[in-house]
């Protein structure tokens, strides 16, 4: 009789029914996603239907406005930085190397601060107005024509100075990564210094040239504090109309919700261009373009077509906040300014830390899974920094109050105490604001600082016994530390720069050092908000110095 023997036959490990990697990966992603949501959903479904009567009334100018001076603003920024990085990397100058980084400097200032400082030195009452007074023995303004200061021009004016290092810094590098043989070629052929610019070098960086153009847009549209100090009637500063001013909640998510469409097209334009204009360099070992020493009057103006963006877009900003700054001394131990800078460091602290490990978290849980749900929304997340911090107030606000009145309730039942508003009535929406406002940035530094460690660094910790956890506390995080500290620092500046979000969200008598300084310009109080302006300043230049040493 043959017998049978069973053999035991191994089973292959069945992976979990709820990866909690995966699982936290979607979590996050989700309430990153949830204020757009939120806006979509009010403003299809508004309380009080305004649609009509906005259509009807103020939504056409508010758009219009808005498409004229986003569109002025990123032509007029895209000229400056490409003519400025096709200067600095083509030709050698006096003060060309300064230059260089100089040129970076206006991303310090935000174009609200350079705002207050430019109708401080031009209006009535500043030096330039009463310089031209005394000279010519003028008395009145109606002794002489000047131009006026709060005037859609002047925002165009002062955003473009913002914002254009933007395109200088993409311009830039797209100039010195062509091949110096297609220089050589073109001047073989006769063309000169415009020919080669127009016909060569143009066309090979409009990818990049358009990509700082459409982030110069951008944030043109997400902008309060400048047209709301020029009097410039936007979309922006149409949700405050109807929403603080109207107390109409559905009105502003419909004027939100067009925003975000004007954002997506944007975003989609910008895309669709990069994808049909591409060029590649068909070695890595190109030479690069020899740049060409200047003399004599070309090298005055291609100084002077370099010094007066910068000298606009920082000199004169911080030289008028100086001034006042030192003829204040007072300002600088006031008790308010004291409180909002302490506000500041603590939200600033918090949002980026929680926003850099959730980035983290987020890229980590996705490498991990197979799963195509988490690997989906990855780049969906990064919608948060497109969309405008008033957008993000909007759809942050509504469902957060909600939910804080239904947290009261269910305390109160179980206690038979009101424990308040704790969200709303708290920093926490300003937090989580800033969490999405700026998540792309934890998550896109986490995900490139994980992209460059050897996948055999992480399999040889875990078959060495090692968890999920603490490969990545191990292994992962000594490799990132730096990407990560980055973004830390990127996202802080970010965060203490924020007005929109910050002025819908903050709860009562809650000061930011953005806040404080829009009040108090706001009043005409240069005076006490220099100090506020300045410490923004200062902090915004940490971010252009490592942004400066990453270049290098």
Known sequence: ??????????????????????????????????????????????????????????????????????????????????????????????????????????????????????????????????????????????????????????????????????????????????????????????????????????????PAIAAGAAIVMMETVNDFGTVDYFAVQTLTTGIFNVWLESHNVGGAAQIASVILVLVIFLVTLEKVSRRKIKFFNLSNRHRPVDRVRLKGGAAIAASFACILPFAIGFVLPVSVLLSHALNNPESWTDAGLIRALGNTLTVGGIAAVVTVLAGVFLVYGVRLSGRALPRLLLPVTTIGYAAPGAVLGVGILIPLAFLDHRLADLIESITGERAGLLLTGSAFALVLAYCVRFFAIGQGAADAAMGRVSPSLEMAARSLGRTRAQTLREIYFPLIKGSIGSALLLVFVDCVKELPATMLLRPFNYETLATRVHDQASLENLGDASPGALLIVMVGLLAVLLLARANR
């Open 1 to 206: 009789m043959n017998k049978m023997t069973a053999t035991a036959i191994p089973t292959k490990k069945r992976r979990p029914s709820v990866d909690p990697w995966s699982l936290g990966a979607v979590m996050i992603a989700s309430l990153v996603l949830i204020p757009i949501l939120s806006v979509a959903v009010l403003a299809l479904f508004p309380t009080e239907n305004i649609w009509p009567h906005l259509m009807a009334t103020t939504l056409p100018r508010y758009f219009q406005t808005t498409v004229i001076l986003m569109i002025s603003v990123g032509a007029l920024a895209a000229c400056v930085g490409t003519g400025a990085a096709w200067l600095i990397a083509r030709y050698d100058f006096p003060l060309s190397r300064w230059l260089e980084w100089l040129l970076l400097l206006p991303l310090a200032i935000p174009a609200y601060v350079g705002a207050y400082a430019l109708v401080d030195f031009l209006e009535y009452a500043g030096p330039v107005q009463t310089g031209l007074r005394e000279i010519f023995g003028w008395e009145t303004s109606r002794d002489y024509w000047f131009p006026e200061i709060r005037s859609m021009g002047a925002a165009i004016v002062v955003l473009a100075a913002s914002l254009f290092p933007y395109v200088y810094i993409l311009a830039r590098a797209a100039f010195r990564e062509q091949p110096g043989a297609v220089d050589e070629v073109s001047r073989s052929l006769g063309a000169g210094a415009l020919g080669r610019f127009w016909r060569v070098g143009m066309p090979l960086a409009r």
